[in-house]
């Protein structure tokens, strides 16, 4: 098991290496809340996260995050869960923890064909935490321990942030060839972009576009299956309403994105 501390970061902006963490770049991830011309505070990312941590290959059925706090009330968190097998459906996916209530705000796997829903994906919960949470830990679950996975989850904890969820995006292929990427119909400015990406073509990792930033991946070399995953966020903020893609542009079959749009407050 990989746990991959945000501050310990010293990749370059940009680099998806297996493995990577948020580079230490000033776009969407600055701290800074300058606010905006209606003096409402700009979204930041808490510091220390994403908390994210990567299983490459489990029999569990669980990936469990290390303990984090948040440092202040009115935290919205978000998280985001990839998965993938073989050939068994993995449901119910499910995000617990930190004593807050998780809600699901888009999931993403195979439509029927010639592999079977559910057995790879990535969907994304919310919860509120009106109060600050300390020395807590979050959990995902898979709902079969049939074969083994590969587990990817990353926390990300938001000051200045509505509690309410703007657009979402979604993009599933069975067997054609396309891009590992997720359009947003961005609803307003000032929002942040959050992504999990699921690639099922072997072995082969998958690089960000410029606008994209890799925040976790796992290594496919070692994943069933050859499976690439990666769970990332747009580098920027919304400018305005207007489609946001993020992902790579890697083509291949079995292709499996999500994306939510993290509204400021």
């Known amino acids: 098991m990989r746990i991959i501390g945000v501050l310990a970061c010293v990749v ?6 297996v493995g990577s963490e948020r580079p230490p770049d000033a776009g969407a991830g600055s701290d800074a809340a300058a606010g905006d011309d209606a003096g409402r505070q700009s979204i930041a990312l808490d510091p220390g996260f994403p908390i994210v941590v990567d299983l490459d290959t489990t029999p569990g059925t669980a990936i469990a995050t290390p303990m984090f706090s948040t440092p202040g009330p009115d935290r919205l968190l978000v998280g985001v869960m990839a998965w993938g097998t073989g050939g068994t459906d993995e449901s119910p996916l499910t ?4 004593g807050l209530t998780w809600t699901r ?3 993403t796997t195979f439509l029927p064909g010639s592999v079977p829903p559910g057995t790879s994906g990535d969907a994304i919960w919310t919860a509120w935490a009106a109060q600050p949470v300390t020395g807590v830990t979050v959990t995902g679950m898979r709902g079969s321990n049939k074969e083994s996975a590969v587990l990817t989850l990353a926390i990300y904890s938001f ?5 309410a969820i703007g657009a979402t995006g979604t993009h599933t292929d069975q067997t054609t060839s ?12 000032g929002s942040w972009i959050v992504g999990g990406f699921h690639h099922g073509t ?41 489609t946001i893609e993020i992902g790579s542009s890697a083509s291949g079959p079995y292709s499996l994105t999500s994306a939510v749009e993290v509204l400021q407050r």
């Open 12 to 17: 370059a902006a940009g680099c998806g290496k």
């Open 95 to 98: 995000i617990t923890g930190g």
């Open 105 to 107: 705000q888009v999931y």
């Open 159 to 163: 000051e200045n942030a509505s509690q």
């Open 178 to 189: 396309t891009p590992l990427l997720v359009d947003v119909e961005a609803t307003a400015a």
């Open 202 to 242: 072997a072995g082969a990792v998958r690089t960000p576009t410029a606008e994209t930033v890799w925040d976790i991946t796992d290594d496919p070399t070692k994943a069933p299956n050859g499976h690439f995953q990666a769970i990332g966020r747009y580098r920027g903020v919304t400018t305005a309403p207007g």
